[in-house]
């Protein structure tokens, strides 16, 4: 899974800036009747917050080798972050992807987690079959258990990041949970020595809110990289 991680973000060419370039994106396979309702409840899940980007395109199935009665869903994938990182020449280590518990619209902890150096299958995915999450409970009272991912950088690039973070946030990329201080805890997780943590949501919130709500979907995470002019607001579709 890092092997393929570390080839997208190479691949992240981004310009918050100038809204232009390629960002990773996660492909979910919706039947074509059910692609309104699934957009649906995705819109209500970037209207909560709890999605990296609103932006989303729609491809046949069959141009991606999928069936001729699917949809695939393109959704922005929260690693674009570590790939816009990298290209400024800050290293990233991608630690492990997890549940959030939240109350009262405050992320508290992490209470599950899977390394992403120990798996070869995208440890939200994995979280997502174990039925862990309340994604649609969240949305509605504002606690819940959400998914999001846990990366390191070195605690001397902290000002550049946020600064890039923020330009991001202005791009319409946003989803950071928190970015903790230099040898401190984030979420109850602790960072290695002379590093920052960052959380960040997962784009497979969306996936688990709609899966919660009865949809049935299939997930292709980390799948391609994307132009993201070619993506559009979920609220346009």
């Known amino acids: 899974m890092l092997s393929r991680i570390d080839e997208l973000m190479y691949g992240v060419d981004f310009d918050p800036k100038r809204g232009e370039g390629k960002i990773i994106a996660n492909i979910i396979v919706v039947q074509r009747d059910d692609a309104d309702g699934v957009l649906e409840v995705f819109s209500r899940a970037v209207a909560a917050?709890?999605?990296?980007?609103?932006?989303?395109?729609?491809?046949?199935?069959?141009?991606?080798?999928?069936?001729?009665?699917?949809?695939?869903?393109?959704?922005?994938?929260?690693?674009?972050?570590?790939?816009?990182?990298?290209?400024?020449?800050?290293?990233?280590?991608?630690?492990?992807?997890?549940?959030?518990?939240?109350?009262?619209?405050?992320?508290?902890?992490?209470?599950?987690?899977?390394?992403?150096?120990?798996?070869?299958?995208?440890?939200?995915?994995?979280?997502?079959?174990?039925?862990?999450?309340?994604?649609?409970?969240?949305?509605?009272?504002?606690?819940?258990?959400?998914?999001?991912?846990?990366?390191?950088?070195?605690?001397?690039?902290?000002?550049?990041?946020?600064?890039?973070?923020?330009?991001?946030?202005?791009?319409?990329?946003?989803?950071?949970?928190?970015?903790?201080?230099?040898?401190?805890?984030?979420l109850s997780v602790e960072t290695g020595r002379d590093h920052i943590g960052i959380a960040v949501l997962g784009g497979s919130n969306m996936v688990a809110a709609a899966i919660e709500e009865g949809y049935q979907l299939k997930t292709h995470s980390m799948s391609m990289l994307i132009d993201h002019r070619e993506m559009s607001h979920i609220d346009k579709l």
């Open 49 to 186: 917050g709890l999605s990296p980007s609103p932006f989303v395109a729609l491809i046949d199935g069959a141009e991606l080798g999928f069936g001729d009665d699917e949809i695939c869903i393109c959704t922005t994938c929260s690693i674009t972050l570590d790939g816009v990182l990298l290209k400024l020449g800050v290293p990233v280590n991608l630690r492990f992807g997890g549940v959030v518990e939240v109350v009262e619209n405050q992320p508290t902890r992490f209470t599950d987690m899977l390394l992403y150096e120990g798996t070869t299958i995208d440890p939200l995915e994995v979280l997502i079959s174990q039925d862990l999450t309340s994604v649609t409970r969240m949305m509605n009272t504002g606690s819940g258990a959400i998914l999001a991912n846990m990366r390191e950088v070195p605690m001397i690039a902290k000002g550049i990041v946020e600064e890039r973070i923020a330009e991001l946030e202005l791009a319409g990329f946003s989803g950071v949970l928190e970015i903790g201080e230099p040898n401190s805890e984030i």
